[in-house]
């Protein structure tokens, strides 16, 4: 009980802390605004999480993310039609992450370092297309709507981190792929002598993460109408912590999709409720490192097994 | 009883070494049929042919009276010849019913969607399980959470669930303490008493004089003897492997 809901239970009990010592952290515009945030943080949170269930490692995402945005933010800011900047850039965060499979399984560059070199280039490349200066414009009211628009009171963003958190859920639990990535993560060689192809599966775990850095990046832009090359490179310590804290929830030691998406609740509103209690701006980044090692202590965890793979 | 495998004459090379030099056995269908011999005497090689990871260079290979020629484990595993290895290939951190029909998932089809049947699984690999053990019940209980010996039902399972009627036992009890050993000796027991052929390579003489029907003893990638296991005893076998005695009847 304690091993599966602990985190969950001292998650709740965060919020009710704040909820009562933290001035303005109850009012609707912030908890919305933490929903949001956290709604980004997820869902990019999540691609992440699916390559940790194949035991894979990806330090790329967030960068990939970044050159993602600065892809969208150029294709637009030049007058292309917004869904083809989209489509763009979400392909061109599966792509990355298709390249991140392909170093992993048949160049045998173990994930730590091969993600590592892709978000060296990812970054390079990022700062190279936009000479270091964000693409801002007044974009068309369809594109930002994505992120900024509502149905009734609840923000769309919401919603699509909703169907997103669905379907990564049925795929991961109730799918024979989603249980082939499980157990490519779990036992690769007994997986391969089941006759999964566990190297797919290490490719798609990958691409799935990068093709979730592409989308966030695509609502990242709406979000600010503007797309710079450093945009997504705060994500990489929040969403590795997300889904390490949710390592700790609901089947502990395993990465999983609501986990992820509980831990990244937290960690938004630790972060919101930390400057709301006055804190200096260099606190969250401890609290980060506290909680990642803590989360990685706690589970016996496939991280572990894939950062000692080296 | 009828041969259920017959092996004529084997040849396996590896290079410069002759492995094989000759081996022929033949096992009779419902046999717990043991493959003993010190290290080197081509015991695994003769797996390796049998489960489809080896080609051999010459000889004939016939299951349930027909020809066969292996080139690919799959090629073992639909003539229904299961190998178990000793590391078992199991994922300790999924379920029992997991692991069983791990890369082989029963679905059914929601709402025009193909997902898990996870109730069929559940109650398949527990028709499974109690052919072998009938004290394992729960099919959601994580394999770390079980001993040596019932790790290695949830492995055999695995080979039944392919409908396998021939299952290779690898060293079964090497890494296992007495009890759990007893455990697999039960396995072994029960597999024959479902009608199935065991084949059993062991170093465990005690273990072999216990469950088997008749012993084959390689030496030198050659067929040194074939005994009827009903009377033997374990120090009799010992015997038979070290001295590489072909005739004496010694112990």
């Not at chain 1, 330090?59 to 917004?82: D, K, T």
């Not at chain 2, 056995?25 to 695994?44: M, P, Y």
């Amino acid at each position: 009980m304690i091993e599966k809901y602990g985190t969950f239970f001292a998650g709740i009990a965060l919020f009710v802390f704040l909820l009562i010592f933290a001035d303005n952290f109850a009012s609707v515009a912030n908890l919305l605004n933490i929903l949001k945030q956290a709604s980004f943080l997820s869902i990019l949170a999540i691609g992440f999480t699916f390559a940790l269930i194949t035991s894979e490692l990806d330090l790329s995402f967030a960068n990939i993310c970044s050159l993602s945005g600065v892809i969208v933010g150029m294709m637009i800011f030049n007058g292309l039609p917004w869904p083809l900047a989209v489509v763009a850039g979400i392909g061109l965060g599966t792509l990355a992450g298709v390249l991140n499979g392909f170093l992993v399984t048949v160049l045998k560059v173990p994930s730590l370092i091969a993600t590592l070199g892709t978000s060296s280039v990812a970054n390079g490349l990022a700062f190279m297309l936009t000479g270091g200066v964000a693409f801002v414009g007044r974009w068309d009211p369809n594109f930002l709507f994505l992120a900024r628009g509502k149905l009734g009171p609840v923000p769309l963003i919401v919603i699509v981190l909703v169907v997103v958190v669905g379907i990564a859920l049925v795929f991961s639990t109730q799918t024979r792929a989603g249980v082939h990535l499980q157990a490519t993560g779990e036992n690769e060689e007994a997986a391969r002598r089941a006759g999964i192809n566990t190297r797919r599966n290490k490719v798609i775990g990958l691409a799935l993460s990068g093709a979730a850095a592409g989308f966030t990046a695509v609502l990242l832009v709406a979000n600010l109408s503007s797309a710079a090359p450093q945009m997504g490179g705060d994500f990489m310590l929040l969403g590795i912590a997300a889904t390490l804290l949710g390592m700790t929830m609901f089947t502990p030691a395993k990465p999983n999709i609501l986990g992820t998406v509980v831990g990244a609740l937290i960690i938004v509103m630790l972060g919101n409720g930390l400057i709301l209690l006055g804190a200096q701006y260099y606190v969250q980044d401890i609290m980060l490192g506290i909680i990642i090692i803590a989360s990685v202590a706690v589970s016996a965890s496939t991280l572990k097994q894939a950062a000692f793979s080296l | 009883m009828s041969s259920k495998i017959v092996m004529k004459n084997i040849f396996k090379n590896y290079g410069a070494v002759q492995a094989l030099r000759g081996v022929s056995i033949d096992i009779k269908e419902g046999d717990v049929h043991a493959i003993c011999g010190d290290n080197g005497a081509g015991k695994s090689t003769l797996i390796k042919i049998l489960s489809g990871v080896e080609t051999p260079e010459s000889g004939e290979l016939w299951v349930s009276n027909s020809a066969r020629k292996f080139t690919s484990p799959t090629d073992a595993l639909t003539s229904g010849i299961a190998t178990i290895h000793q590391d078992l290939a199991v994922a300790p951190r999924m379920t029992i019913a997991q692991n069983i029909f791990m890369g082989a998932e029963l679905t059914k089809k929601v709402l025009g969607v193909t997902l898990l049947d996870k109730p069929a699984m559940r109650r398949d690999a527990l028709g499974y399980m109690s052919q072998l053990n009938k004290s394992i019940t729960d099919m959601d209980t994580k394999v770390e959470a079980l001993s040596g010996g019932q790790s290695q039902a949830v492995a055999i399972c695995r080979a039944l669930r392919w409908n396998a009627d021939i299952v290779i036992l690898d060293e079964p009890t090497a890494a296992l303490g007495v009890r759990e050993t007893e455990q697999v000796l039960e396995l072994i027991r029960a597999l024959k008493h479902a009608g199935k052929t065991v084949i059993l390579i062991s170093h465990a003489m005690k273990d072999v004089v216990a469950v088997a029907d008749r012993v084959s003893i390689l030496r030198r990638g050659e067929n040194q003897i074939d005994l009827d296991a009903a009377n033997l005893t374990a120090d009799a076998l010992s015997h038979y492997i070290l001295s590489g005695d072909r005739d004496s009847r010694a112990a």
